[in-house]
Every structure is written in C-alpha cells, then in structure tokens.
C-alpha cells in the first residue's frame, strides 16, 4: 500500500498569468474561442532563469498546466453537469473539463505571440481561458505530430461553441472605446467574450432584458441581450 506521504507529490507555481479576465464569469470556456484575449505568463524564481526558455520561440504553441486556483479549496464530486449539455445530464468528471476535480489541475493550449526576457522573463500568449493571477505549474510546447488528432471523437462536446449573436455599442460606450485607446483591442475583445454569450444557458431562454456585467482589464462593462442582439450600454473604470 501506498503512505500519503509516499505518494502525495509537491508543486509549486513556475509563474503566474496577468490575463484580462478579472472574475471567473465571461471567461470562455476553453483556449482559442476568444482569440483577442492576450495575457502575460510571468515566470517566478527559479523558473526564471532565461535558460529555461530557450528555444521555446520556435514553438507556435504551448500548454500550460495550471491551478483552478479561484475555487481550488471547493473539492469535486465523482459527477458533474456539463455547461453544454444545459445543465442537467450528468457525466463523470473525468469525462468533463470541469473546474472541480481532484488535484483542481487544468491545461490550456495557447498560441506564444513573444517571448521577452526584459526586465524579467516573460511569454506574450494569445487565447487565455485563464483568470487573472492563474498559477502555472508547468509550460510544455505544443507538438504538432502528437497533439493534433485530426480524427478525434469529441464526445458531448464534439463542435466547437457557437452563437450569432450580433453586438452593438451604445453611444455611451463607444465615446468610452475611444478614451481607452491604450487597448485598442477592447472592442474586437468585448465583441468576442460576447460574441460567446457568456449568460448561463438557463437564462438564455429568458429574456428579461436583464443587465449583466463583467470587468475585462480595469473596465467594467455592461450590456443588455435582446433577441440575438448584445449592446453593451456602458464601459466605465472603476
Ligand atoms: N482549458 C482548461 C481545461 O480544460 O482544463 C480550462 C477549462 S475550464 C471549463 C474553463 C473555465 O475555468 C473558465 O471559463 C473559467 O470560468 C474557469 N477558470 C479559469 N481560470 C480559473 C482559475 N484560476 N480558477 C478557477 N476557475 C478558473
């Protein structure tokens, strides 16, 4: 038999990622689906040393290992409802890419935009599914010839999610869209984080032209769905 401590194994964050999600909700739910979500994966000593990274510039894409950390201390349960399937079949929650579950590890791919090592070393990556302050255990290259599956059966979550959800900016927001200029990204991201429809599917039935709001960098951002219509009414810093 096996001792707790025998097999209980220590990780520690080699760094941490500053992306644009500031609270879990409106972050898609896998890499890739918003393209403009651009973060920064900051390495931490030891990990640090420039030596680590060489070569990794070659690599056009990389997977992460990471800490559900937002909800780490929630546990898991041996089955779990899927998002996707509208919240009432159950699977087991490794059939699943559920938060909740043991060891609270997750993996992303991402596309590595730059790889900077001043003033300390850094990765530019593009297609965060990640929360602000996400710790990374770990940072591999992506290998096409043994990660791409071009066969794959993906189950319950076989096709990509998708909406046409059409997005308009009030005149509020976009008079607030061209003071932020120093993102000039923020109306291609909003139009995708949106474009996802981030409502839970239970309220996507209903529509109360009720008000939701998220915070993408320091903006706090609010918009309205009617029909297949999303206006954001405002964007504001707080
Ligand atoms: N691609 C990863 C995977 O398959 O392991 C994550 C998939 S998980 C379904 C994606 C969701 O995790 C996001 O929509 C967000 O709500 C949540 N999330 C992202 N970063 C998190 C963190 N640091 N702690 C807790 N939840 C997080």
């Given at each position: 038999?096996?001792?707790?401590?025998?097999?209980?194994?220590?990780?520690?964050?080699?760094?941490?990622?500053?992306?644009?999600?500031?609270?879990?909700?409106?972050?898609?739910?896998?890499p890739?689906?918003?393209?403009?979500?651009?973060?920064?994966?900051?390495?931490?000593?030891?990990?640090?040393?420039?030596?680590?990274?060489?070569?990794?510039?070659?690599?056009?894409?990389?997977?992460?290992?990471?800490?559900?950390?937002?909800?780490?201390?929630?546990?898991?349960?041996p089955?779990?409802?899927?998002?996707?399937?509208?919240?009432?079949?159950?699977?087991?929650?490794f059939?699943?890419?559920?938060?909740?579950?043991p060891?609270?590890?997750?993996?992303?791919?991402?596309?590595?935009?730059?790889?900077?090592?001043?003033?300390?070393?850094?990765?530019?990556?593009r297609?965060?599914?990640?929360?602000?302050?996400?710790?990374?255990?770990?940072?591999?290259?992506?290998?096409?010839?043994?990660?791409?599956?071009?066969?794959?059966?993906?189950?319950?979550?076989?096709d990509?999610?998708?909406?046409?959800?059409?997005?308009?900016?009030?005149?509020?927001?976009?008079?607030?869209l061209?003071?932020?200029?120093?993102?000039?990204?923020?109306?291609?991201?909003?139009?995708?984080?949106?474009?996802?429809?981030?409502?839970?599917?239970?309220?996507?039935?209903?529509?109360?032209?009720?008000?939701?709001?998220?915070?993408?960098?320091?903006?706090?951002?609010?918009?309205?769905?009617?029909?297949?219509?999303?206006?954001?009414?405002?964007?504001?810093?707080?």
């Open positions: 038999s096996h001792s707790p401590t025998e097999n209980s194994y220590r990780i520690e964050p080699v760094g941490y990622i500053r992306s644009p999600y500031r609270q879990k909700f409106a972050i898609p739910r896998q890739g689906l918003v393209k403009s979500a651009i973060g920064t994966l900051e390495l931490v000593a030891p990990y640090n040393h420039p030596d680590c990274l060489r070569g990794i510039e070659e690599f056009s894409h990389l997977w992460l290992s990471f800490v559900f950390h937002e909800t780490a201390d929630k546990g898991w349960k089955l779990v409802r899927p998002p996707r399937l509208g919240g009432n079949a159950r699977k087991g929650v059939a699943t890419r559920a938060t909740f579950r060891n609270a590890l997750g993996l992303s791919v991402v596309e590595l935009v730059d790889v900077q090592l001043q003033p300390t070393p850094r990765l530019i990556v297609g965060l599914d990640l929360l602000d302050g996400t710790p990374i255990v770990d940072i591999k290259p992506y290998l096409p010839y043994a990660d791409a599956i071009t066969d794959a059966r993906g189950g319950f979550a076989d990509r999610p998708t909406t046409d959800m059409r997005i308009e900016f009030s005149a509020a927001a976009e008079a607030s061209t003071r932020a200029h120093h993102v000039p990204h923020l109306r291609q991201l909003i139009c995708e984080v949106l474009g996802q429809d981030p409502r839970p599917g239970y309220q996507r039935e209903q529509n109360w032209d009720k008000e939701y709001g998220m915070h993408l960098y320091e903006f706090n951002i609010k918009w309205r769905v009617q029909e297949q219509t999303s206006t954001v009414i405002s964007i504001s810093v707080d």
